[in-house]
C-alpha cells in the first residue's frame, strides 16, 4: 500500500535536516507531520553502504523525505542513507525482515536499529513531536 501525500493546503512536515542536504534517493509518500512522537525512532549505523545508490530501505519509507542519501566527500560516489529524526515515524518498515532472518524487505545489511525516543533525543535535542 503507497502512502498518500497531504491534501493541498495541508501543512508540510519540516525535518531537522534542511532539504539542501538531502539527496537522491529519497523516501516517498506522507508529508504531514506526526501527530505524536515515537516510541522509538530508525537509526542508521555506520555498517550502511547506501547500497551501491540504490538503497532498499528508501522505498518501504512511507514518509517523505525521512531517509535520504548522504554523499561521501571523501571517498565519491559513495555514500550512505540517513534518517531525520523529526520525520520518522517509527514504523519499522525499513528494517522488517522476513521468516528465520531471510531477506524479504528493509536493509539488507542490517544497518538500521530502533532506538528510543530518549536516547536519540540525548544527541539531536529535544523534539516536540
Same mark, same amino acid.
Given at each position: 500500500?503507497?502512502?498518500?501525500?497531504?491534501?493541498?493546503?495541508?501543512?508540510?512536515?519540516?525535518?531537522?535536516?534542511?532539504?539542501?542536504? !538531502?539527496?537522491?534517493?529519497?523516501?516517498?509518500?506522507?508529508?504531514?507531520?506526526?501527530?505524536?512522537?515515537? !516510541?522509538?525512532?530508525?537509526?542508521?549505523?555506520?555498517?550502511?553502504?547506501?547500497?551501491?545508490?540504490?538503497?532498499?530501505?528508501?522505498?518501504?519509507?512511507?514518509?517523505?523525505?525521512?531517509?535520504?542519501?548522504?554523499?561521501?566527500?571523501?571517498?565519491?560516489?559513495?555514500?550512505?542513507?540517513?534518517?531525520?529524526?523529526?520525520?520518522?515515524?517509527?514504523?519499522? !518498515?525499513?528494517?522488517?525482515?522476513?521468516?528465520?532472518?531471510?531477506?524479504?524487505?528493509?536493509?539488507?545489511?542490517?544497518?538500521?536499529?530502533?532506538?528510543?525516543?530518549?536516547?536519540?533525543? !540525548?544527541?539531536?535535542?529535544?523534539?516536540?513531536?
Amino acid at each position: 500500500m503507497q502512502a498518500m501525500p497531504a491534501a493541498p493546503g495541508a501543512p508540510k512536515a519540516v525535518g531537522m535536516v534542511a532539504d539542501e542536504l !538531502k539527496f537522491e534517493p529519497k523516501s516517498k509518500g506522507l508529508t504531514t507531520p506526526r501527530k505524536k512522537k515515537p !516510541k522509538e525512532l530508525a537509526v542508521i549505523t555506520e555498517c550502511c553502504t547506501g547500497c551501491a545508490g540504490s538503497p532498499a530501505c528508501v522505498e518501504y519509507c512511507p514518509v517523505e523525505d525521512c531517509m535520504f542519501w548522504v554523499p561521501d566527500e571523501d571517498h565519491p560516489p559513495f555514500g550512505r542513507i540517513q534518517v531525520d529524526p523529526i520525520l520518522c515515524i517509527g514504523c519499522k !518498515k525499513c528494517v522488517s525482515k522476513g521468516p528465520d532472518g531471510c531477506f524479504l524487505d528493509g536493509c539488507p545489511w542490517d544497518a538500521i536499529v530502533m532506538v528510543d525516543t530518549a536516547e536519540v533525543e !540525548k544527541e539531536v535535542g529535544a523534539m516536540t513531536i
